[in-house]
């Protein structure tokens, strides 16, 4: 019994001992909480919001943290941003090694190192479009998601949730509360390298806008007034008439006015609020008649919207010559805009000093600088602040009056002259302007050209004849090379119909059959996505596929139609 009792006290010692000279953790890894918020916005947005809550309880402070989501998303992913607790903007590394395939990683770099026993929040903001479509079989909507983010080890807990916008009835979705239908979820815990869809489907009213392009016009004239001129090209994608849109302009916007590019000026209506004038434009269904029909889904439509503002509210004199202007790129949006111009027309005379974002470039005309920004897939999340610096002498706002004076005394001379020699011969007036209609052809045929090579492209994709990289990149070359010509092509149909009212026949008949060219574009690639999903057979896919290709073809004819009509012209 002793030698027991003695072996039992040296075998403690022993253990003791051990444990004091080799101690062992637990777990290397940090807890982490997350809070998993998907929010559907009236317009197409799709916003992600994850907070990651961690407690290093780890074995080594932390300095950087990965996060992911499904690599299927990231062709709709339009904006990542990732902010601490306290609403510091964090940098963080795209496309980093996870470990695993199928997920697309982000390493988050911390503001400071979180040592062991800290704790440190933040979220990233995801912003994605074009995830949400029309189920018209079932008079629904779809949504599809990240149903989870993605860690390398495993999360404690994750807390989901959906925002609808309001008055909208929810029909299905990925998640159930006993038994039924759930905006919410709460996993305990998260297995490491999540990598799965979620969806909801529901009804209106909500609204699905397509922004391909867009432009911001703001010009400051030597009077104290500043005119802003926002240019929208917007498809309804929705499943309803979108009948009207609603600006939220500065308090003090004055002679508020709009236009579209084939009937000329439209109804808007204007209201105030606390801070800002509430403008309501509404749609004209782009026909032969100038009725106010609304947008009708899958249309298009451009439009602009003018109003001026006092420049001494929104000017700052640093002294006696230069002066700074702070703006933003662009407002008063819920959507995606793929291509937004953005000029900013100084007095003439007057030379930018400095201007923020060193993506500007600057354009002489004449005596007249101009900043051009060209800026891509810009959402309501993106930093929107522009500033810019110029020098302008107060004398230079003579020039034009000092120079239409001497113009007017050349004139009265001439005039006298004419009478004196006797008049020249009038030279025959132009009645269709060649160039501007061969311009067009020239447009149209290599909008077509383009479309062809798209469609070339999606095919290599599905037969796996180029790499995706590859096709992400070409795809987005001749996505920006169209939306280009888009604009140029709605500056001519202008131009046509304004010099020859004949030929506006055969430019409505091309413009009802682009419109019909875009939405089979669009609803082929919604149609992809839901094959890629699962949401559909192969057969169905095939099918639809088929059908959108007859479509497309019909369309196109319509298209080579016109043009012939126009090469008549010539």
């Known amino acids: 019994m002793k030698r027991i009792t003695v072996s039992f006290l040296a075998l403690m010692f022993l253990l003791s001992f051990a444990s004091f000279t080799f101690p062992v953790s637990s777990n290397s890894n940090p807890t982490v909480k997350l809070l998993h918020e998907i929010e559907i916005k009236n317009g197409g947005l799709l916003i992600v919001n994850d907070t990651v809550i961690i407690e290093n309880d780890g074995n080594e402070p932390l300095n950087t943290f990965k996060i992911g989501l499904p690599s299927g998303f990231i062709e709709n992913l339009d904006h990542v941003s990732v902010r601490s607790s306290d609403d510091q903007l964090l940098d963080f590394v795209e496309d980093v090694d996870f470990g695993v395939e199928g997920i697309y990683g982000f390493e988050v770099n911390l503001p400071r190192s979180v040592d062991v026993g800290e704790t440190f929040n933040f979220t990233m903001t995801c912003v994605f479009s074009e995830l949400i479509w029309s189920e018209s079989a079932y008079a629904i909507y779809i949504a599809t998601f990240p ?50 869809s979620g969806f909801i489907s529901f009804s209106d009213p909500i609204h699905i806008i397509a922004c391909e392009w ?32 609603t600006f939220m302009l500065p308090g003090d916007a004055d002679n508020i006015i709009a236009y579209d590019t084939f009937f000329g000026e439209i109804t808007v209506t204007s209201g105030t609020s606390q801070i800002n004038t509430i403008a309501t434009v509404a749609f004209r269904h782009p026909g ?14 451009t439009f602009t919207i003018s109003y001026k503002l006092s420049a001494n509210a929104y000017l700052d004199q640093l002294d006696t010559w230069n002066y700074r202007f702070e703006t933003l790129f662009f407002e008063n949006f819920e959507y995606t805009v793929k291509d937004l111009t953005v000029k900013i027309v100084l007095p003439e005379g007057a030379e930018f000093i400095s201007y923020s974002n060193s993506e500007g470039k600057i354009s002489k005309t004449g005596y007249q600088e101009i900043l051009i920004y060209e800026l891509k897939d810009v959402t309501p999340f993106d930093d929107m602040d522009v500033t810019v610096e110029y020098t302008y002498l107060i004398f230079w706002s003579a020039f034009r009056p000092v120079l239409w004076l001497g113009l007017a005394i050349i004139l009265v001379g001439a005039v006298v002259m004419i009478k004196r020699r006797g008049r020249p011969p009038t030279p025959p007036l132009s009645v269709k302007d060649v160039r501007v209609i061969r311009a067009f052809i020239n447009v149209n045929n290599e909008t077509t050209a383009l ?40 500056v001519l149909k202008r131009e046509i119909i304004s010099k020859e009212p004949s030929l506006r026949e055969a430019i409505h008949q091309i413009e009802v059959a682009e419109t019909e060219l875009e939405t089979v574009r669009l609803n082929t690639n919604k149609l992809r996505t839901q094959y890629r999903s699962g949401r559909i057979s192969k057969k169905a896919y095939e ?28």
């Open 214 to 245: 867009a432009m911001r016009e703001i010009i400051i004239d030597s009077s104290a007034q500043i005119t802003f001129k926002d240019t929208y090209h917007l498809t309804n994608l929705g499943r309803s008439v979108l009948p009207s849109l």
């Open 288 to 301: 032969i008649t100038p009725a106010y029909l609304g947008l009708t889904p899958p249309g298009n439509y």
């Open 147 to 196: 149903k989870y983010p993605s860690l390398q080890y495993e999360a404690t807990e994750c807390n989901s949730t959906i925002i609808l916008p309001e008055e909208v009835n929810v029909y299905d979705s990925i998640w159930r509360l006993n038994g039924a239908v759930a905006k919410t979820n709460y996993t305990q815990p998260l297995p490491a390298y999540m990598n799965q």
């Open 543 to 570: 099918e639809l596929l088929k059908e959108y290709e007859k479509r497309s073809d019909r369309a196109q004819t319509k298209v080579d139609e016109a043009i012939m009509r126009l090469q008549r012209e010539l």
């Open 451 to 490: 479309r062809s090579e798209l469609k070339s492209l999606e095919k290599d994709l599905e037969r796996r004849r180029i790499q995706k990289k590859r096709y992400k990149r070409r795809r987005g070359i001749i996505l920006q090379q169209l939306r280009s010509l888009d604009r140029e092509f709605s």
